[in-house]
């Protein structure tokens, strides 16, 4: 019973994790219909700026070094700047190209970034040591919980509800859901696009700096490819928890990582191995069974 | 109030309004009508910023508005009401006015004005704080015209208000906006049915193939033969500018 | 009408193509005669990535709809081919898990690539019957959700395609005239398949599914087709690569690959043949021009030397820019058309 709800635990933390990673791509997609790859280069360059950059093999903490407050401050800082930056840079001017293009011009911006980060870091994994007193554990009610997972979830928890307060009571976040629902409209009542458009990726930024130090107090390794799985199931998540909904992205995003760590549990020996492929049939099962995703979105469909 | 002149818009090669002449003065209903591609919309969008047009002006108030932004035009004291209502489904009625209430300077008067407008549109009171998608048809045409008013605009461009309404929620329509016009409101609206125009408007442009084909008073039009041949595009002798 | 006209309108209605091949052509040649080994593997690199590019396009283009998994097939392609010609002495040890005919057989190149580029034809259909049903996202996700259980399979299934160690020693008989009759058998058939009925029909499609399917064209079943002949040449694609390198690795046929394939599709202009061409010829041009730099070239007797990894960062920044100026691609979506006016 206790391993149960341990693996139940588990499995809440790791879900956490990818709804962070598929609310940050769900919150660009519903506002302009972005499937933003460089998504990932946002959680890998935030885990990378906590050493100096050198392609020494021994990573030199800088940031890291900080006080944990000051540090994430500063890390979600920065991300949010990047974030932001090539919005300004790359995507203002792409704003009025079609999804294919939009899709290929976020792929190329985050092939760029990846190879800059290897031109400057070297591409062997560092090891980092942050955030050491999380991988102990503490007791609740007689279970032993790694404290990762407690912070994953609080975190998730408060960042999930501080979104929702974000967009349902202050005039940004009004705004920006009329964006994601109808952007012509809202623009034709005064929504100044620029600026919705920049809080939406400055929000995505600081969900992107969140995933990236959770994730890196859990694996305690930097590699310049750390981003990419990541956002590759949040892409999946968010297209089966339902295009244009956020709680849909979260919600897929969740299932997936819940789902991969129940199935990495129970799955005999000899299947393991093939548990990514598993996962990946059930994606396409649920997308035979609901092509619209799991939360479906009126505004979405296409009315005849 | 405003003042277009040689207007002319592209899209790609082909011109779809050309030198379109066309005024509107403070508190009159103007109506353009015309059939499917005579330029209506596209000289609507353009005065309202979304297109930018390849020749011509548009003036406001004396002042040049040619090139502004949407978001801007907007600010001027233009709003237009777009075809198919189009508000908002996921946000709830009083989210949908309250979107319009940001661009204003004064919040407390805007506020006010959001609690005048529930007062005047009972339905909207109801409704309050239901998903904006649920309400019907006619009911989300008013909910659009009130969000529009709540930005206090000096002129409203209405673009084909009766489109898929039935007969008697556009007679609603028709008397609202003529209501907003005994109360000051300037209005520049698109309508297809020549019927339509001529019992809502004060003066009429009929547009055919992206030129001003004829204008006038409704009075004057309303019986003639001239309004029908512009409209239809027969061969006319004499007809008014 | 004369021989000659005949001949003149032939030209002119398959200059979109012969255009293309002709353009190849002069490239190879010149490149033949004045280059080094190093430009023309680089140029059969090159060569083979306009076949898979094509393989892409015959599906993205018509359908509009964006295909993510497509390199699965060339995983299939690459490896089906190696089994049936590679290492015969060693097949029986380290590949038990292959079939008996597999293991103690070796065949000729030619029905090899023909036979693999078949059998992922074949696997197309099974994954593209359910799939080809679902909405344009939708179905995107699902082919790179294909993309990932191929790659996963592949990785685990030792005993089949040694896992993630490479299989070495294909035989290596892919060079830049090869890979030239190939890009231009599929340039060919894609624009073939363009200009056909069903063609036509997925292209409608793309731009008005509605109306499509009210006038009675069966959407899921044309793109099940160009579906199936796309994954045919991204798989023969998959075949001429193993064969140039002459060593496979699971990851090769994985996400880099996929991205620098769509990359090339797209910023070459998806929706025509001359685009994805075109895309993968200037793209290839500009990895070529950065790989020298890298290497060290002398400009006006001063050293230039890039840092390593700056090529694929100046590609990224210069895809970027191509997108920003030209957003529907540098053909812009359309091919290349008989430029003298028809006389009548």
């Known amino acids: 019973m206790t391993f149960f709800l341990q693996v139940v635990i588990n499995a809440i933390s790791i879900g956490s994790l990818y709804a962070l990673a598929a609310l940050g791509i769900g919150l660009l997609f519903g506002v302009m219909r972005l499937i933003n790859f460089a998504h990932a280069s946002y959680i890998t360059i935030g885990a990378y700026t906590i050493i100096v950059p050198s392609t020494a093999a021994l990573a030199t903490l800088y940031i890291g070094n900080w006080h944990w407050a000051l540090m994430t401050a500063a890390v979600c800082a920065i991300v949010i700047v990047l974030a932001v930056c090539t919005e300004f840079i790359v995507f203002r001017p792409l704003r009025h190209a079609d999804p294919a293009t939009l899709l290929v011009g976020s792929f190329a911006l985050s092939f760029s970034l990846y190879y800059l980060l290897l031109l400057i870091h070297g591409g062997r994994p560092k090891a980092v040591d942050i955030g050491r007193g999380l991988i102990e554990h503490i007791a609740i009610g007689g279970l032993t919980i790694p404290r990762i997972d407690v912070v994953t979830i609080g975190i998730t928890v408060t960042l999930l509800v501080a979104l929702g307060l974000f967009l349902k009571k202050t005039r940004y976040g009004i705004e920006m859901r009329a964006a994601s629902e109808d952007f012509r409209m809202a623009r034709l009542l005064g929504v100044r696009a620029n600026r919705v458009i920049s809080i939406a990726f400055a929000i995505s930024g600081l969900l992107a700096a969140a995933v990236s130090l959770l994730y890196l107090s859990r694996v305690g390794v930097l590699f310049p490819r750390m981003g990419i799985p990541l956002v590759i199931i949040a892409f999946v998540a968010t297209v089966i928890g339902g295009m244009g909904s956020l709680f849909g992205a979260a919600l897929g995003g969740f299932f997936v990582g819940a789902v991969s760590v129940v199935l990495q549990t129970i799955l005999p020996l000899g299947l393991r191995a093939h548990r990514d492929a598993i996962v990946y049939i059930l994606v396409i099962a649920i997308l035979l069974w609901r092509p619209e995703g799991l939360i479906q979105v009126r505004a979405v469909k296409e009315r005849v | 109030m405003l003042a277009v002149s040689d207007l002319e818009v592209r899209y790609g090669r082909m011109a779809a309004v050309r030198g379109i002449k066309l005024d509107v003065g403070a508190g009159e209903i103007v109506c353009m009508v015309g059939p499917n591609g005579a330029g209506k919309s596209t000289t609507m969008l353009t005065i309202a910023g979304e297109l930018t047009p390849h020749a011509g002006t548009i003036r406001f108030e004396d002042k040049p508005l040619t090139g502004t932004s949407v978001e801007n035009v907007v600010r001027r004291g233009i709003s237009l009401v777009p075809e198919g209502r189009r508000i908002f489904g996921r946000l709830t009625v009083e989210e949908n006015l309250r979107l319009a209430t940001f661009i204003r300077k004064n919040a407390r008067e805007a506020a006010s004005d959001l609690e005048r407008i529930m007062e005047q549109f009972p339905i909207l009171q109801e409704r309050r704080h239901a998903p904006a998608g649920r309400l019907s048809g006619g009911e989300q045409q008013i909910l659009a015209i009130a969000r529009t008013l709540l930005t206090k605009p000096k002129l409203m461009l209405v673009d084909e208000p009766a489109l898929g309404l039935a007969p008697m929620m556009v007679q609603l329509v028709h008397e609202i906006l003529t209501e907003l016009r005994s109360e000051g409101m300037t209005l520049l609206v698109v309508e297809q049915s020549l019927e339509r125009a001529l019992a809502l408007a004060d003066r009429i442009y009929v547009l055919r193939d992206g030129q001003v084909q004829l204008t006038g008073p409704t009075d004057e039009l309303r019986d003639g033969e001239q309004i029908e041949a512009a409209y239809f595009g027969f061969q006319m002798q004499g007809a008014a500018p | 009408?004369?021989?000659?006209?005949?001949?003149?309108?032939?030209?002119?209605?398959?200059?979109?193509?012969?255009?293309?091949?002709?353009?190849?052509?002069?490239?190879?040649?010149?490149?033949?005669?004045?280059?080094?080994?190093?430009?023309?593997?680089?140029?059969?690199?090159?060569?083979?990535?306009?076949?898979?590019?094509?393989?892409?396009?015959?599906?993205?283009?018509?359908?509009?709809?964006?295909?993510?998994?497509?390199?699965?097939?060339?995983?299939?392609?690459?490896?089906?081919?190696?089994?049936?010609?590679?290492?015969?002495?060693?097949?029986?040890?380290?590949?038990?898990?292959?079939?008996?005919?597999?293991?103690?057989?070796?065949?000729?190149?030619?029905?090899?690539?023909?036979?693999?580029?078949?059998?992922?034809?074949?696997?197309?259909?099974?994954?593209?019957?359910?799939?080809?049903?679902?909405?344009?996202?939708?179905?995107?996700?699902?082919?790179?959700?294909?993309?990932?259980?191929?790659?996963?399979?592949?990785?685990?299934?030792?005993?089949?395609?040694?896992?993630?160690?490479?299989?070495?020693?294909?035989?290596?008989?892919?060079?830049?005239?090869?890979?030239?009759?190939?890009?231009?058998?599929?340039?060919?058939?894609?624009?073939?398949?363009?200009?056909?009925?069903?063609?036509?029909?997925?292209?409608?499609?793309?731009?008005?599914?509605?109306?499509?399917?009210?006038?009675?064209?069966?959407?899921?079943?044309?793109?099940?087709?160009?579906?199936?002949?796309?994954?045919?040449?991204?798989?023969?694609?998959?075949?001429?690569?193993?064969?140039?390198?002459?060593?496979?690795?699971?990851?090769?046929?994985?996400?880099?690959?996929?991205?620098?394939?769509?990359?090339?599709?797209?910023?070459?202009?998806?929706?025509?043949?001359?685009?994805?061409?075109?895309?993968?010829?200037?793209?290839?041009?500009?990895?070529?021009?950065?790989?020298?730099?890298e290497k060290g070239i002398e400009i006006f007797d001063i050293g230039v030397r890039l840092p390593v990894s700056s090529q694929e960062v100046a590609l990224g920044v210069i895809m970027v820019l191509i997108l920003i100026l030209r957003p529907a691609g540098i053909m812009g979506g359309k091919e290349i058309y008989w430029p003298f006016p028809t006389s009548k």
């Open chain 3, 1 to 293: 009408m004369t021989a000659q006209s005949t001949v003149l309108k032939a030209i002119r209605s398959t200059w979109p193509v012969l255009s293309l091949a002709l353009l190849l052509l002069v490239i190879v040649l010149a490149i033949s005669a004045f280059g080094g080994t190093g430009l023309q593997r680089n140029a059969t690199e090159a060569l083979i990535r306009i076949v898979v590019v094509i393989g892409l396009y015959i599906f993205i283009g018509n359908s509009g709809v964006m295909s993510f998994g497509s390199i699965a097939f060339m995983a299939v392609g690459a490896y089906a081919s190696a089994w049936q010609t590679c290492c015969p002495r060693l097949k029986p040890y380290n590949m038990t898990g292959l079939p008996d005919f597999l293991k103690h057989n070796t065949f000729d190149v030619f029905t090899a690539a023909l036979s693999s580029a078949t059998l992922a034809a074949i696997f197309a259909f099974a994954v593209g019957y359910p799939i080809m049903r679902l909405s344009g996202i939708s179905a995107s996700i699902a082919t790179l959700a294909v993309l990932a259980i191929i790659n996963v399979t592949y990785a685990n299934w030792d005993t089949v395609t040694l896992g993630t160690n490479s299989v070495i020693g294909l035989p290596g008989y892919v060079d830049m005239w090869v890979a030239l009759g190939c890009s231009v058998l599929a340039m060919s058939v894609a624009f073939i398949y363009q200009e056909t009925k069903m063609g036509k029909a997925l292209r409608a499609a793309s731009q008005d599914e509605v109306a499509a399917k009210a006038v009675g064209i069966n959407v899921p079943h044309q793109r099940l087709v160009a579906w199936v002949l796309s994954a045919f040449f991204v798989a023969l694609g998959g075949v001429l690569y193993a064969h140039f390198v002459t060593v496979i690795t699971v990851n090769v046929f994985y996400l880099d690959m996929t991205f620098i394939t769509l990359a090339m599709l797209v910023v070459g202009g998806m929706k025509s043949l001359a685009g994805a061409v075109m895309g993968v010829v200037v793209l290839s041009a500009v990895i070529e021009v950065f790989r020298n730099l």
